[in-house]
T-cell receptor, first 115, second 113 residues
Framework: GQQVMQIPQYQHVQEGEDFTTYCNSS?????IQWYKQRPGGHPVFLIQ?????EVKKQKRLTFQFGEAKKNSSLHITATQTTDVGTYFC???????????????FGQGTILTVHP | DTAVSQTPKYLVTQMGNDKSIKCEQN?????MYWYKQDSKKFLKIMFS???????INETVPNRFSPKSPDKAHLNLHINSLELGDSAVYFC????????????FGPGTRLTVL
């Protein structure tokens, strides 16, 4: 079945360092969404990317969607302790795929920020 | 004011018991989901309903049975609970079938002893 792979599984950084998590799909995606889950919390939607090569920014967060729409990344500049949590990508297959209409979540990257 | 609510928040029970988790959304969304999150944080979709109709039914033991009495509610009943069912179960909703943002409930932490 369709898989969305996300790396790294864990990332420990010092406050102020940058952080990047990568997402790769075995098939072309219709769109990709990113979610953040704080420790003990629930996933919260961050952003959706739809177009090939799309780049979106939210303050210190930069999201990219690959030209082939098979990969994506989330980059955080100058991490803060409030960035702690698990970051998930979730990909939606193109129409016509057997899993159309179902978001497939990556395994998540657990980010720890040391003050 | 809570958009997606689940009850109970915690559930501790013995193996072999039957239990239910309830979910309600007040966002007016058409689609609702159940996800299971294991101890490694992996989020796996279990079921999805659109306007009370089952549209996604992943490879889940038939001990798990979802029920949607109306489009604002999606409940999950689990029969004959097993140790491996211990996880956090999240309900979510979206305006339509997956193309839109998903709003997650606070989760139900199920512990099977």
């Amino acid at each position: 079945g369709q898989q969305v792979m996300q790396i790294p599984q864990y990332q420990h950084v010092q406050e102020g360092e940058d952080f990047t998590t990568y997402c790769n799909s075995s098939t072309t995606l219709s769109n990709i969404q990113w979610y953040k889950q704080r420790p003990g919390g629930h996933p919260v939607f961050l952003i959706q990317l739809v177009k090939s090569g799309e780049v979106k920014k939210q303050k210190r967060l930069t999201f990219q969607f690959g030209e082939a729409k098979k990969n994506s990344s989330l980059h955080i500049t100058a991490t803060q302790t409030t960035d702690v949590g698990t970051y998930f990508c979730a990909g939606l297959l193109n129409a016509g795929g057997t899993s159309y209409g179902k978001l497939t979540f990556g395994q998540g990257t657990i980010l720890t920020v040391h003050p | 004011d809570t958009a997606v609510s689940q009850t109970p928040k915690y559930l501790v029970t013995q193996m072999g018991n039957d239990k239910s988790i309830k979910c309600e959304q007040n966002l007016g969304h058409d689609t609702m989901y159940w996800y299971k999150q294991d101890s490694k944080k992996f989020l796996k979709i279990m079921f999805s309903y659109n306007n009370k109709e089952l549209i996604i039914n992943e490879t889940v033991p038939n001990r798990f049975s979802p029920k949607s009495p109306d489009k604002a509610h999606l409940n999950l009943h689990i029969n004959s609970l097993e140790l491996g069912d211990s996880a956090v179960y999240f309900c979510a909703s979206s305006q339509d079938t997956s193309t839109d943002t998903q709003y997650f409930g606070p989760g139900t932490r199920l512990t099977v002893l």
